[in-house]
């Protein structure tokens, strides 16, 4: 899942609607009763059928022995012996990208091995026309080695030496020349006078240190390797060049359509995949011609009110509920608030998407640096500019606590499924 992009204005959004018609509870309660079922159908752990317990590894551990002492640090260390299970609730964002190369093998199985119960897949395609994992068509130039290979020459912008800014897009090679990179951490350098000097760049709270591997997956081997894995599966498709997208496939309703066609060959259920979107064309299209796999579509929501995105009016949530549209995932920071009295709550937006049914996504968990705290943090933590509530790294756990328990999401995505799988199993959500 991206940073915010693609979604047209409100006005265009309605306008988009329109057109397409013509196609077609209190903590308390929670925490003294660890085996209580909550209103999703959820239950704890101790509940849970036998199944093989994943790895989680050192963070979550660090991050709640950093917690202020409280009931929810109380809570989530009485979970620290486990066993931890895999959890639909924790989405692996990209796979585990805080530490590998995304959309990469390795990074897939880290994220299924975290306990992820569905991993993303963004996908793209090749000039000649096949869908593979990446964030977007055209970031090839960090997160690949494009520039430091031959193909550099092929692509829309090359990289040319100190302070060039090259663009690298799958659909300026092949498939089979796409198999040939290796994918890498996602940054750059752009003053470095060497190619092999442009990749690095990464940012000091994540590392290089699982590099040296970063084999690129078509949509249709992310599939096979996610059967292998157990665990569910939920693709973006991402916006393309529409002159290309025209050019290999007709249109961006046969791009859509080739995505679920590819579930279909691989005898995906529908029930296991979350189809995603920043289109709400190409959601309303899966609702009216692939109704199976529309009943989970989801419509992303990139609103950013700090770069102008502004939130769905009621009547656009209306109006996409009326279509079909069951589930809607903005980001986290316009899902929460800080109250006077310094704790995390549902925002307004959160309420009123709530109000009309809609069940809720968020993104992305572990895709901040929160060594310093909410001031500074960024996009993710826009809720909390001034570190009100959020003051160190751990706090992270408590606005996971107030989007699951007060706003009620249904599943998050993390760039570190281990930290949302630790609260999920302690919290008994599945």
Same mark, same amino acid.
């Given at each position: 899942?991206?940073?915010?992009?693609?979604?047209?204005?409100?006005?265009?959004?309605?306008?988009?609607?329109?057109?397409?018609?013509?196609?077609?509870?209190?903590?308390?309660?929670?925490?003294?009763?660890?085996?209580?079922?909550?209103?999703?159908?959820?239950?704890?752990?101790?509940?849970?059928?036998?199944?093989?317990?994943?790895?989680?590894?050192?963070?979550?551990?660090?991050? !709640?022995?950093?917690?202020?002492?409280?009931?929810?640090?109380?809570? @989530?260390?009485?979970?620290?012996?486990?066993?931890?299970?895999?959890?639909?609730?924790?989405?692996?964002?990209?796979? %585990?990208?805080?530490?590998?190369?995304?959309?990469?093998?390795?990074?897939?199985?880290?994220?299924?091995?975290?306990?992820?119960?569905?991993?993303?897949?963004?996908?793209?395609?090749?000039?000649?026309?096949?869908?593979?994992?990446?964030?977007?068509?055209?970031?090839?130039?960090?997160?690949?080695?494009?520039?430091?290979?031959?193909?550099?020459?092929?692509?829309?912008?090359? /990289? +040319?030496?100190?302070?060039?800014?090259?663009?690298?897009?799958?659909?300026?090679?092949?498939?089979?020349?796409?198999?040939? @990179?290796?994918?890498?951490?996602?940054?750059?350098?752009?003053?470095?006078?060497?190619?092999?000097?442009?990749?690095?760049?990464?940012?000091?709270?994540?590392?290089? @240190?699982?590099? &040296?591997?970063?084999?690129?997956?078509?949509?249709?081997?992310?599939?096979?390797?996610?059967?292998?894995?157990?665990?569910?599966?939920?693709?973006?498709?991402? %916006?393309?060049?529409?002159?290309?997208?025209?050019? !290999?496939?007709?249109?961006?309703?046969?791009?859509?359509?080739?995505?679920?066609?590819?579930?279909?060959?691989?005898?995906?259920?529908?029930?296991? !995949?979350?189809?995603? +979107?920043?289109?709400?064309?190409?959601?309303?299209? /899966?609702?009216?011609?692939?109704?199976?796999? &529309?009943?989970? %579509?989801?419509?992303?929501?990139?609103?950013?009110?700090?770069?102008?995105?502004?939130?769905?009016?009621?009547?656009?949530?209306?109006?996409?509920?009326?279509?079909?549209?069951?589930?809607?995932?903005?980001?986290?920071? !316009?899902?929460?608030?800080?109250?006077?009295?310094?704790?995390?709550?549902?925002?307004?937006?959160?309420?009123?998407?709530?109000?009309?049914?809609?069940?809720?996504?968020?993104?992305?968990?572990?895709?901040?640096?929160?060594?310093?705290?909410?001031?500074?943090?960024?996009?993710?933590? +826009?809720?909390?500019?001034?570190?009100?509530?959020?003051?160190?790294? +751990?706090?992270?756990?408590?606005? @996971?606590?107030?989007?699951?328990?007060?706003? &009620?999401?249904?599943?998050?995505?993390?760039? /570190?499924? %281990?930290?949302?799988?630790?609260?999920?199993?302690?919290?008994?959500?599945?």
């Amino acid at each position: 899942m991206p940073l915010p992009m693609q979604l047209a204005a409100p006005a265009a959004l309605l306008a988009a609607l329109c057109s397409f018609a013509s196609l077609a509870g209190d903590y308390g309660r929670d925490h003294d009763d660890d085996r209580d079922h909550d209103d999703r159908g959820h239950h704890d752990s101790n509940d849970r059928p036998a199944r093989s317990p994943v790895q989680l590894g050192d963070r979550p551990f660090y991050l !709640v022995d950093g917690l202020d002492d409280s009931r929810l640090k109380d809570k @989530l260390q009485r979970c620290e012996n486990g066993p931890f299970y895999k959890s639909d609730f924790s989405i692996a964002h990209r796979g %585990a990208p805080l530490q590998f190369p995304e959309h990469t093998k390795e990074a897939y199985e880290a994220g299924a091995r975290q306990g992820a119960g569905v991993v993303e897949c963004d996908v793209t395609f090749t000039k000649d026309g096949e869908l593979v994992c990446r964030h977007d068509e055209c970031d090839l130039h960090t997160t690949t080695n494009i520039v430091d290979t031959e193909l550099n020459g092929q692509c829309t912008t090359p /990289w +040319s030496g100190a302070g060039s800014s090259p663009k690298c897009c799958t659909s300026d090679i092949t498939l089979a020349q796409f198999k040939t @990179l290796k994918g890498k951490m996602d940054a750059s350098n752009p003053n470095a006078t060497t190619s092999k000097g442009y990749l690095g760049g990464t940012a000091s709270w994540r590392t290089d @240190l699982y590099t &040296g591997r970063g084999t690129l997956l078509t949509l249709g081997e992310s599939i096979a390797l996610n059967k292998k894995l157990g665990v569910k599966h939920t693709p973006e498709l991402k %916006a393309g060049n529409p002159q290309r997208l025209l050019t !290999v496939f007709g249109g961006q309703e046969n791009y859509a359509q080739k995505m679920i066609d590819e579930f279909k060959a691989a005898g995906v259920h529908p029930r296991d !995949v979350w189809p995603q +979107s920043f289109d709400v064309r190409d959601v309303l299209y /899966w609702i009216k011609n692939e109704p199976r796999f &529309g009943q989970q %579509a989801v419509y992303l929501d990139d609103v950013d009110p700090s770069a102008g995105s502004p939130q769905l009016t009621m009547e656009e949530l209306k109006q996409l509920k009326k279509k079909g549209v069951k589930i809607i995932a903005p980001p986290i920071g !316009v899902l929460l608030a800080v109250n006077n009295a310094n704790e995390i709550v549902p925002s307004q937006y959160a309420l009123d998407i709530k109000s009309q049914g809609f069940d809720i996504i968020t993104w992305s968990f572990e895709r901040a640096d929160l060594r310093n705290g909410g001031a500074g943090a960024g996009f993710y933590y +826009s809720f909390d500019p001034t570190g009100r509530a959020l003051k160190k790294d +751990s706090d992270m756990y408590k606005a @996971l606590d107030a989007l699951a328990r007060k706003v &009620g999401v249904i599943g998050v995505f993390s760039d /570190w499924p %281990a930290t949302v799988t630790y609260y999920a199993n302690c919290m008994g959500l599945k």
